[in-house]
């Protein structure tokens, strides 16, 4: 059973940072492209951030580039989300997904509980 399992959201003032973590099971770690989506109030869910755990490469949406890194620790079989400078539209549930697949349109099929990220301003 795949399970993805996130951490390290909360609450922080704009230009802060937070980390979050998926520890991720239930599959082999280099098999997928593991990432993040994250859903604002009353809007769509958006992908945020992908990253290949065989090569590492990444994909970031555009509103994320040059805050937000994706990273992986295999050896824990873990994905992290480094957030910094963040901003009130940031505001949102995270969800680690797997796979990641980023093409014309993000697209995931396993999806964890979420965990919440608020920015005040």
């Known amino acids: 059973e795949v399970q993805l399992v996130e951490s390290g959201g909360g609450l922080v003032q704009a230009g802060g940072s937070l980390r979050l973590s998926c520890a991720a099971s239930?599959?082999?770690?280099?098999?997928?492209?593991i990432g993040w989506f994250r859903q604002a109030p009353g809007k769509e869910r958006e992908g945020v951030s992908c990253?290949?755990?065989?090569?590492?490469?990444?994909t970031s949406a555009d509103s994320v580039k040059g805050r937000f890194t994706i990273s992986s620790d295999n050896a824990k079989n873990t994905v992290y989300l480094q957030m910094n400078d963040l901003k009130p539209e940031d505001t949102g549930s995270y969800y680690c997904?797997?796979?990641?697949?980023?093409?014309?349109?993000?697209?995931?099929?396993?999806w964890g509980q979420g965990t919440q990220v608020t920015v005040s301003s």
């Open positions: 990253i290949s755990s065989s090569d590492g490469s990444t």
């Open positions: 239930g599959f082999t770690f280099d098999d997928y492209a």
């Open positions: 997904v797997a796979p990641c697949v980023v093409g014309a349109d993000w697209i995931a099929e396993y």
